[in-house]
C-alpha cells in the first residue's frame, strides 16, 4: 500500500553517518581544549592558592602581596623544630638565640618574604606603557583615520603597523635594548664613557648625549609601548571609524574646524572603544617577560622603586622587578624543593588572577558601553 | 550679520541674488556629476532642486558649502560658486568661515548623542561662545523658530536620541539656524518623515524664509511646490529647467521637465 509516512519521514537522512562523525570529531577537539585550559587553572589554582589563602581572617595571606622579596632560611633548632623565616626574620633569630646552633640550615634565594616588588613593578610599568602606548596610539589612529587622504603610502603605514603586531616579543625586547637602553638621546653633563655620540648645549657644559636610558622603568614603558603600539593603533583607528559619518558632517556643516570636530564629535564617541581595547592589551603588557628582561626588570631588589630616591622622576630611572620576570626567576634559577613551592605557585596564581580580572573587566566594560552606545 | 561683512565685503552682484552659480562643473575623480550649471539663489527666497535619483542635486548642494572637500578625489573642474558675492572656491576662503555662513541640514537627521540643549548650542560653543545667558536665548530662540520648543522645553537636559525621527530633524534645523548662517541647505530633509512632520518642517520653512536663503532638495513634488519659490530642475548632472515654481509646475517650457512632473519617469 502506498504510505507517505514511510517515504516522507521515516529513515535517516543521506550521509547521516558522515554528519555524525564530524559533529563528534568537532565536539571532541573542542572539550578536549576547555580540558586543557581548565587543568591549567586547576593545577595553579589547587597548588597557588594555599599560599595566597589563609583559614583565618582576612583569608588572604596579606604579607605575601605585601612583603618585600627576600631570601628564605630553613633550618631546624636544638629541640628538632623546623623554621622557616625570610632573611630579615633570620637575623633577628640568629641575634636573639646567640650562640644557639642551627642543624640542617637550607637558604632559598626568592623564595621567602612577599613579592611586594613584582606586584608594584609590574604595576608601574603597566601604567607607564599604557601612557606612552595610548598617547602615541590614539594620536597616529587619529591621524590614520581623519587626517590621512587614501594613498598607496598610506596603505603601506597600515600594513607595516600591522605586521609589527605580529614580530615576537622578545625582538621587541632586543629592540629596546639597543634603542632605549643604550642610544636614546639625554641631556646631561657627564656623558658616559659609552655615548655614541656627544653634542654640546651650548648651556653650562650640558651635552646631548646618545648614551641611553640605562636598564630602568622607563626603557622598560617605553619598550612595551612599542610592543602594543599597533594594537592600540588598529583597535583605535577600528574605534574612529565606527563613529558614524554624520556626526562629523553635522559638526563641519557647522562651521567645526577638523580638531574641534575629532575632539567634540569624534574622539568622546569613540573613546570608550578604544578604552577597552587598551585594557586587553594591559593584560598583555603585564603579562610579557621578553621584553622587560633586558630594559627594566632586576631579579632582586631590595628597596620598592620610589624608595631612597632624592627627587621622585628618579623612579623612571630606577630598576624593578615584575611578576613574569620574578615567576620566570623562581622557575629557572632557583632547585625546586617543598619551601620554594609557596613562592612559585603564589606568584603564578596572582599573576593570573591580576591579568584575568583585567581580562574580564574589559569584556564586562565592553558590553556595557555597548549597551549605552547606540545610536 | 557684522561677522559676515567682514568675510564677504559688499559687491557688486544683484541684492537680492545670494548665491551665484556660474558654468559650474564638478567631478568624482574622473566621473563629472555637474555639466556647466548656471543657477541663481535670491535672498529670502526657497529655492527647490528636483530630479530623478542621480542627477546630481545633492552633489550641488554639497558645492554650495564645500562640504565636498570631505569626499576625496572630488574637484571643481570649471566655473565658480558666490556666497555674497565672492567666490567660495577662491584659495583666500576659509571653508570654515564659509560653513558658518552656508549651513546644511541632512536627509539622514543626525543629532549627536548629547542632551538636547548641547546640540543647539553646539555651534555657538565651537565658536568660543560661553556666556550662559546668550546660550540660553540662542537655544530658546532657536527651538520656537524651528517650532520644537513647545515639545522639549521641559526636557532640554535628556538625550536628544530620545526624540522621535521627526523631532530629530526639526532639532537638526534648530542646531543648524542656532549659528545663524545667511543660507541654509537642505538635502531631502523630509525623506524619513511622516506627512505630519513633514508638514512641520514646511512650515517652519516657510516661517523662517524672512530670515535666511534655503534651497530644498526634494523628491516629493507636492512639497516642492508647495514650499518653494523657484524650481531648478536636474537630469544627468545638468541644470534643465529653472525658474518660478508656479511657472515650471503649471507651464514647464520642456516636455522633459513636463514628463518628470507628471511622473512619467524618474
Ligand atoms: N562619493 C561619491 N563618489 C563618487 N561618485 C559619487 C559620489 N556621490 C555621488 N556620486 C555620483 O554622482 C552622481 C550624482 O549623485 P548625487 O548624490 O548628487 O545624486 P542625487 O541627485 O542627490 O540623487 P538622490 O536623489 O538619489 O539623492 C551620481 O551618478 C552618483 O553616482
Ligand atoms: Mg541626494
Redesign the pocket.
Known amino acids: 500500500m502506498f504510505n507517505p509516512e514511510s517515504i516522507i519521514r521515516k529513515g535517516r537522512p543521506k550521509g547521516y553517518l558522515r554528519e555524525t562523525l564530524v559533529r563528534s570529531f568537532l565536539r571532541g577537539i573542542t572539550y578536549l581544549i576547555v580540558i586543557i585550559a581548565l587543568m591549567i587553572f586547576g593545577k595553579i589554582l589547587i597548588d597557588g592558592a594555599p599560599a595566597i589563602f589563609t583559614s583565618k581572617f582576612p583569608f588572604v595571606d596579606i604579607e605575601f602581596l605585601t612583603a618585600k622579596n627576600e631570601t628564605l632560611h630553613v633550618f631546624d633548632d636544638a629541640q628538632g623544630t623546623r623554621h622557616q623565616l625570610p632573611a630579615s626574620k633570620y637575623s633577628d633569630y640568629v641575634n636573639a638565640h646567640a650562640g644557639a646552633t642551627l642543624y640542617n640550615e637550607q637558604t632559598f634565594s626568592y623564595s621567602g618574604g612577599g613579592i611586594a616588588g613584582p606586584i608594584v613593578g609590574t604595576a608601574l610599568l603597566t601604567i607607564g606603557s599604557m601612557i606612552l602606548a595610548l598617547f602615541f596610539g590614539v594620536s597616529a589612529a587619529i591621524y590614520l583615520a581623519e587626517y590621512a587622504k587614501q594613498s598607496p603610502f598610506i596603505h603601506a603605514v597600515r600594513l607595516a603597523i600591522l605586521n609589527l603586531a605580529g614580530i615576537p616579543s622578545i625582538v621587541f625586547g632586543l629592540f629596546g635594548f639597543s634603542v632605549f637602553v643604550l642610544a636614546v638621546p639625554i641631556i646631561t653633563n657627564t656623558p658616559s664613557d659609552r655615548s655614541m655620540l656627544t653634542i654640546p648645549l651650548m648651556v653650562g657644559n650640558y651635552v646631548l648625549s646618545f648614551q641611553g636610558w640605562n636598564s630602568s622603568l622607563i626603557a622598560g614603558c617605553a619598550t612595551l609601548a612599542c610592543m602594543i603600539l599597533p594594537v592600540i593603533i588598529t583597535a583605535s583607528e577600528e574605534s574612529l571609524r565606527a563613529v558614524p559619518q554624520g556626526f562629523r558632517d553635522a559638526s563641519l556643516a557647522m562651521g567645526g574646524t577638523r580638531w574641534q570636530t575629532i575632539r567634540k564629535c569624534v574622539l568622546p564617541y569613540s573613546l570608550p572603544g578604544i578604552l577597552t581595547s587598551s585594557l586587553l592589551a594591559i593584560a598583555r603588557v603585564a603579562g610579557e617577560t621578553a621584553p622587560i628582561m633586558f630594559t627594566a626588570a632586576v631579579a632582586a631588589k631590595d628597596d620598592l622603586p620610589w624608595q631612597g630616591l632624592s627627587n621622585p622622576f628618579g623612579v623612571l630611572s630606577s630598576q624593578v622587578q615584575a611578576l613574569p620576570y620574578h615567576i620566570y626567576t623562581l622557575a629557572a634559577r632557583i632547585p625546586n624543593s617543598e619551601y620554594t613551592e609557596r613562592a612559585q605557585y603564589g606568584s603564578v596564581f596572582v599573576f593570573l588572577v591580576l591579568v584575568a580580572s583585567l581580562s574580564f573587566g574589559s569584556m564586562i566594560l565592553r558590553a556595557k558601553l555597548r549597551k549605552k552606545l547606540k545610536w | 550679520m557684522s561677522e559676515h561683512q567682514e568675510i564677504f565685503p559688499s559687491h557688486e552682484n544683484l541684492p537680492d541674488v545670494m548665491v551665484g552659480i556660474r558654468d559650474l562643473c564638478f567631478n ?1 575623480g574622473s ?1 563629472q ?1 555637474l555639466k556647466h550649471i548656471n543657477l541663481e539663489l535670491k535672498q529670502n527666497k526657497v529655492t527647490a532642486f528636483i ?1 530623478p ?7 550641488l548642494l554639497r558645492c554650495i558649502n564645500r562640504m565636498n572637500d570631505e ?1 576625496p578625489g572630488t574637484r571643481v573642474t570649471q566655473g565658480s560658486i558666490r556666497v555674497e558675492g565672492v567666490d567660495i572656491y577662491d584659495r583666500s576662503v576659509d571653508v570654515v568661515k564659509l560653513r558658518r555662513d552656508v549651513g546644511m541640514v541632512f536627509q539622514k537627521s543626525n543629532p549627536f548623542p548629547r542632551s538636547i540643549y548641547e546640540n543647539v548650542a553646539f555651534g555657538l560653543r565651537m565658536r568660543g561662545e560661553k556666556n550662559k545667558v546668550v546660550l540660553d536665548q540662542v537655544v530658546e530662540e532657536s527651538l520656537k523658530d524651528s517650532a520644537l520648543w513647545d515639545e522639549v522645553k521641559d526636557r532640554l537636559q535628556e538625550s536628544a536620541l530620545g526624540l522621535s525621527g521627526g523631532q530629530q530633524q526639526r532639532l537638526c534645523i534648530a542646531r543648524t539656524i542656532a549659528v545663524k548662517p545667511l543660507v541654509v541647505l537642505m538635502d531631502e530633509p523630509c525623506s524619513a518623515l511622516d506627512p505630519i512632520a513633514t508638514a512641520k518642517v514646511e512650515e517652519l520653512i516657510y516661517n523662517l524664509k524672512k530670515d535666511y536663503t534655503f534651497v530644498v ?1 526634494t ?1 516629493n513634488m507636492q512639497q516642492a511646490s508647495r514650499v518653494s519659490d523657484e524650481t531648478a530642475f536636474f537630469f544627468m548632472g545638468e541644470l534643465i529647467e529653472f525658474s518660478e515654481t508656479r511657472r515650471i509646475f503649471s507651464n514647464p517650457k520642456l516636455k522633459k521637465t513636463e514628463d518628470y512632473i507628471s511622473g512619467r519617469f524618474g
Open positions: 568624482y566621473s556629476a530630479g535619483s542621480g542627477c546630481g542635486k545633492s552633489t569626499i532638495v523628491h
